[in-house]
């Protein structure tokens, strides 16, 4: 027995030990904070995933060039195998397939790795564990999601690959997400993020041409690149702007004390603060972590809602119908200092206006309020999965 209670607490010093100077090497090798990159383009709004996937497929099956894809999460399930069958055909006529998973994040078998390999397409893994900070590296995710067509065509927002964002998962139900399908030089900057990103999971250095295609009425899209870092940075310098309003949209709602103050200070003056989250979570103590700051929101007025119609997954920020940021990152602390994400800002009063009256559709009709009656029904149990959530909030 006391051989056990030393081998376990030798362990948990090394996890500790692992995570704190894990997070303090990560902090350090932080860069200063850089605006976002100020680019050009056409963007579409997708909501749903089987009309998102639709298109896509339509487009990668039209590729004669080459196909970048990289997603945190990709199920080997019905929509992984029509995606990836897809990939085979493409690079078995000669396009360059590159295909960029998060290594925790990856579900494909091994016999269809195989037959990956076999076509020509090549599959890399990104953010493997690594030494010396092993428990650290496992917590460190890339959760970008950007595919890239022929160097013409790109993709970024919130679905994953797999049969739940298609909202053909009988427990989770329908799945709300937000994506962008974009056209213009914006894909450039998409192209350069997923190179990056392959440069870091493999050394190969690809070349990124800029596209060919330039849309008739162009808006301004600006991407932001983080990897762990600078993302309260960000959404505190697009607060200072808002002026009336800010709708905060994400199925996480753990921001730590300092972004919490920033919501706070928003609506205390005067800015009407909304913000949509998920009734009902898709992880553990995740909407529990969420719990402990609601008294003070409903307390400064914010108006709280819980998207009911299946899961919502969406992650955006928009302020006074005039920024919308919509992207990768949640409104969390894996988000701001831990993850690597991409965001991309729009700033078109009459895009907006259009995608805002979809998105303000959920927020009525699929949103129930959360009040003091909300949170004083919660259980005993319920209360004590808050308490236990708080313990690792930092991590969720």
Same mark, same amino acid.
């Given at each position: 027995?006391?051989?056990?209670?030393?081998?376990?607490?030798? !362990? *948990?010093?090394?996890?500790?030990?692992?995570?704190?100077?894990?997070?303090?090497?990560?902090?350090?090798?932080?860069?200063?904070?850089?605006?976002?990159?100020?680019?050009?383009?056409?963007?579409?709004?997708?909501?749903?995933?089987?009309?998102?996937?639709?298109?896509? !497929?339509?487009?990668?099956?039209?590729?004669?060039?080459?196909?970048?894809?990289?997603?945190?999460?990709?199920?080997?399930?019905?929509?992984?195998?029509?995606?990836?069958?897809?990939?085979?055909?493409?690079?078995?006529?000669?396009?360059?397939?590159? *295909?960029?998973?998060?290594?925790?994040?990856?579900?494909?078998?091994?016999?269809?790795?195989?037959?990956? $390999?076999?076509?020509?397409?090549?599959?890399?893994?990104?953010? $493997?564990?690594?030494?010396?900070?092993?428990?650290?590296?496992?917590?460190?995710?890339?959760?970008?999601?950007?595919? #890239?067509?022929?160097?013409?065509?790109?993709?970024?927002?919130?679905?994953?690959?797999?049969?739940?964002?298609?909202?053909?998962?009988?427990?989770?139900?329908?799945?709300?997400?937000?994506?962008?399908?974009?056209?213009?030089?914006?894909?450039?900057?998409?192209?350069?993020?997923?190179?990056?990103?392959?440069?870091?999971?493999?050394?190969?250095?690809?070349?990124?041409?800029?596209?060919?295609?330039?849309?008739?009425?162009?808006?301004?899209?600006?991407?932001?690149?983080?990897?762990? +870092?600078?993302?309260?940075?960000?959404?505190?310098?697009?607060?200072?702007?808002?002026?009336?309003?800010?709708?905060?949209?994400?199925?996480?709602?753990?921001?730590?004390? +300092?972004?919490?103050?920033?919501?706070?200070?928003?609506?205390?003056?005067?800015?009407?603060?909304?913000?949509?989250?998920?009734?009902?979570?898709?992880?553990?103590?995740?909407?529990?972590?969420?719990?402990?700051?609601?008294?003070?929101?409903?307390?400064?007025?914010?108006?709280?809602?819980?998207?009911?119609?299946?899961?919502?997954?969406? $992650?955006?920020?928009?302020?006074?119908? $005039?920024?919308?940021?919509?992207?990768?990152?949640?409104?969390?602390?894996?988000?701001?200092?831990?993850?690597?994400?991409?965001?991309?800002?729009?700033?078109?009063?009459?895009?907006?206006?259009? #995608?805002?009256?979809?998105?303000?559709? +959920?927020?009525?009709?699929?949103?129930?309020?959360?009040?003091?009656?909300?949170?004083?029904?919660?259980?005993?149990?319920?209360?004590?999965?808050?308490?236990?959530?708080?313990?690792?909030?930092?991590?969720?």
């Amino acid at each position: 027995m006391n051989k056990f209670r030393w081998t376990a607490a030798a !362990l *948990l010093a090394w996890i500790s030990t692992d995570l704190y100077m894990g997070k303090k090497a990560h902090q350090k090798k932080a860069e200063d904070f850089v605006p976002p990159e100020v680019t050009s383009g056409e963007a579409e709004f997708f909501m749903h995933g089987d009309t998102l996937f639709s298109h896509m !497929l339509k487009r990668l099956r039209a590729s004669d060039c080459h196909i970048y894809m990289h997603f945190y999460i990709f199920r080997d399930d019905n929509l992984g195998s029509e995606i990836l069958t897809t990939l085979i055909q493409k690079a078995e006529e000669g396009v360059k397939v590159k *295909l960029m998973i998060d290594w925790a994040g990856a579900r494909i078998s091994l016999q269809t790795r195989r037959r990956l $390999k076999r076509s020509g397409v090549e599959l890399v893994y990104s953010q $493997k564990p690594k030494l010396p900070f092993l428990f650290y590296s496992i917590n460190e995710r890339n959760h970008r999601k950007v595919t #890239v067509i022929d160097g013409e065509h790109a993709y970024v927002g919130g679905f994953n690959v797999g049969d739940e964002y298609t909202g053909n998962d009988p427990v989770i139900g329908s799945w709300r997400d937000y994506h962008l399908y974009v056209r213009g030089i914006a894909v450039a900057a998409l192209g350069r993020q997923f190179a990056r990103d392959w440069n870091a999971a493999c050394g190969e250095k690809l070349d990124i041409t800029m596209p060919s295609f330039r849309p008739e009425t162009e808006i301004p899209i600006q991407l932001l690149s983080t990897d762990g +870092d600078h993302v309260p940075n960000h959404f505190k310098a697009i607060f200072k702007r808002a002026e009336h309003s800010v709708f905060i949209g994400t199925p996480y709602y753990i921001p730590g004390a +300092d972004m919490h103050r920033e919501v706070l200070k928003l609506a205390r003056r005067g800015v009407k603060v909304r913000i949509m989250i998920p009734k009902n979570p898709d992880h553990p103590l995740v909407k529990d972590a969420a719990y402990p700051y609601m008294p003070e929101l409903l307390d400064a007025g914010v108006e709280i809602r819980q998207f009911e119609d299946g899961f919502f997954h969406a $992650k955006f920020i928009l302020i006074d119908d $005039k920024i919308f940021d919509i992207g990768t990152a949640n409104f969390d602390m894996r988000s701001f200092y831990i993850n690597h994400e991409v965001n991309c800002i729009i700033e078109d009063e009459a895009w907006i206006r259009n #995608v805002m009256s979809r998105i303000e559709r +959920d927020f009525f009709t699929y949103g129930e309020l959360i009040t003091y009656e909300t949170l004083a029904a919660r259980t005993r149990w319920e209360r004590t999965r808050t308490s236990v959530a708080n313990l690792f909030s930092s991590w969720l």
